[in-house]
């Protein structure tokens, strides 16, 4: 894990195993935006266009907001505190 995550990038990053245990530590340590467990067409291709966001971490991204996700809108939003006194 430490070689996978030993790099600049972190767009995705895939990993195929039998055991469950071994999934959950790779699931809970690589350090990448878009990952995979045992995907059969590729183990580290981009994401499925309106079911997972798609972002990278480190220098694939910026922010680590995945476009298509929950963060996109917010990403375009500014907060803003209005008071009306009378």
Do not use: C
């Not at 990952?35 to 991204?61: C, D, E, L, M, V």
Request: charged share 15%.
């Amino acid at each position: 894990m430490r070689k996978a995550n030993d790099t600049t990038y972190g767009l995705t990053a895939g990993f195929f195993s039998e055991d469950d245990a071994e999934i959950k530590y790779f699931l809970d340590s690589i350090q990448a935006g878009t990952i995979y467990a045992n995907r059969a067409s590729g183990a580290t291709t981009g994401a499925w266009p309106g079911i997972q966001a798609f972002g990278g971490w480190k220098g694939s991204g910026m922010s680590g907001k995945g476009v298509g996700g929950l963060y996109t809108l917010p990403l375009y939003m500014h907060e803003q505190s209005q008071t009306v006194f009378r």
